[in-house]
C-alpha cells in the first residue's frame, strides 16, 4: 500500500497508473506535479489526482512513492529539483522508454545512482498524449520491466514491483543496456519506420492522390507516427547508440532486398514474405 503517491507528469501514461491503484484501493492520496496548471487542474477534474503542486519540492511532501511520468529529455532536471526535498524511505521510479539514459540523468543529478531510484518502464500506452487520454487497465497482462541498477536498494525494487503488479501488469527485469537494445529493435525502430514512411509520402508530388487510396494497412502500419514528436524526439537520442545500431541493420536489410527486386530474384524476395509471415503470424498467436 502507498500512503502518498507523488505522479510528475499526470499525462498519458502517469495518469493511467494513478486510475489504477486507486480503483484498486492501493493508494491513499494521489497529488500531482507538473509545469502547467490547466493540465493539473484538469486532472484533478477527471478524479486522477486528489491535489496538485507545480513546485515539484512541494508535491513530493511526504510522498512514499514518486513516479516521473515525463519525456525523457526533462528527467535530469525533475531530478535535480528533487535532491534533498524526498522524505526518508520514499521510493522514486520513472516510465522512460529508454533506461541508459535514466541512470545518466540520476547520476548528473544526485552525483550518482541512488538506492531509492528504481527505473522501469511499462511495454503499454498509445499513440495518444495527455490526461484525456489515460485509462483504467492499460497495463493490464503488459509487461512491466524493471531495470535496477547495482546501487538500487531491494527493498525499493521490491515496492515498485507491488505497485505495478496492483495494476494487473507482468514484472521482468533486465539490465538498462539490454533494456535499450531491445527496445530499439522492438519500438524504436518501428516508431523511425512510420514516421519516416509518412514524411516520405507526404512530401512526393502525388501527395493527395497517395493518401486518398491508402488502404487499412497504411493506416494500421502508420498509426503510431500521430505520437507525441516530443516524445519520441527524446526517446531518440535518448537511446541514440542502439537506434542507430539498429536502423543501418534494417537499411542494410532493406537494400539487400532492393538488390532483389532489382535483378529479379523472385526466390529471395518469396522467402522474405515466407519467413516474415511465419514469425508474424506466431507472434499474433501467442498473443
Ligand atoms: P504525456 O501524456 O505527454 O505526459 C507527459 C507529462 O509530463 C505531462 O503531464 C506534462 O505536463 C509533463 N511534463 C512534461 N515536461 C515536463 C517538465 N519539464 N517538468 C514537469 N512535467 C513535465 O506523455 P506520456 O505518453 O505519458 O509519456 C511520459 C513518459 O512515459 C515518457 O518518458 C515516455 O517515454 C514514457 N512512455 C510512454 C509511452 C506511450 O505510449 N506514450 C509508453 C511507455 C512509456 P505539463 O505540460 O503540464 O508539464
Request: glycine residues 8%.
Amino acid at each position: 500500500m502507498i500512503n502518498r503517491l507523488c505522479i510528475i507528469g499526470v499525462g498519458l501514461i502517469g495518469g493511467s497508473l494513478a486510475r489504477d491503484l486507486r480503483r484498486e484501493g492501493l493508494v491513499g492520496e494521489v497529488v500531482g506535479a507538473s509545469r502547467t496548471t490547466s493540465n493539473l487542474k484538469r486532472a484533478l477534474e477527471l478524479g486522477v489526482i486528489d491535489r496538485y503542486d507545480t513546485n515539484i519540492a512541494a508535491a513530493v511532501k511526504e510522498a512514499d512513492m514518486v513516479v516521473v511520468a515525463v519525456p525523457l529529455g526533462a528527467m535530469t532536471d525533475i531530478f535535480r529539483a528533487l535532491r534533498g526535498k524526498l522524505d526518508d524511505g520514499a521510493v522514486v521510479t520513472d516510465v522512460g522508454s529508454a533506461k541508459g539514459s535514466v541512470l545518466e540523468a540520476a547520476t548528473d543529478a544526485f552525483g550518482e545512482v541512488p538506492g531509492f531510484l528504481v527505473p522501469a518502464h511499462p511495454i503499454a500506452g498509445t499513440e495518444h498524449s495527455g490526461v484525456d487520454a489515460s485509462m483504467e487497465g492499460m497495463f493490464k497482462d503488459r509487461m512491466v520491466i524493471l531495470t535496477p541498477a547495482p546501487e538500487t536498494r531491494a527493498d525499493a525494487a521490491q515496492k515498485v514491483k507491488s505497485m505495478w503488479q496492483g495494476t494487473g501488469a507482468k514484472i521482468i527485469e533486465m539490465s538498462a543496456s539490454h533494456h535499450d537494445e531491445v527496445l530499439a529493435a522492438t519500438s524504436h525502430l518501428p516508431h523511425m519506420l512510420a514516421y519516416t514512411l509518412v514524411d516520405v509520402l507526404g512530401r512526393m508530388e502525388e501527395r493527395v492522390e497517395i493518401f486518398r487510396f491508402a488502404a487499412g494497412g497504411f493506416r494500421d502500419f502508420t498509426r503510431i507516427a500521430s505520437s507525441d514528436p516530443q516524445m519520441w524526439h527524446d526517446i531518440c537520442f535518448a537511446n541514440r547508440d542502439a537506434l542507430v545500431h539498429a536502423l543501418e541493420h534494417f537499411s542494410d536489410d532493406l537494400n539487400q532486398a532492393i538488390d532483389a527486386i532489382r535483378r529479379g530474384d523472385s526466390e529471395a524476395i518469396k522467402a522474405l514474405f515466407t519467413r516474415a509471415k511465419a514469425l508474424r503470424d506466431e507472434y499474433t498467436k501467442n498473443g
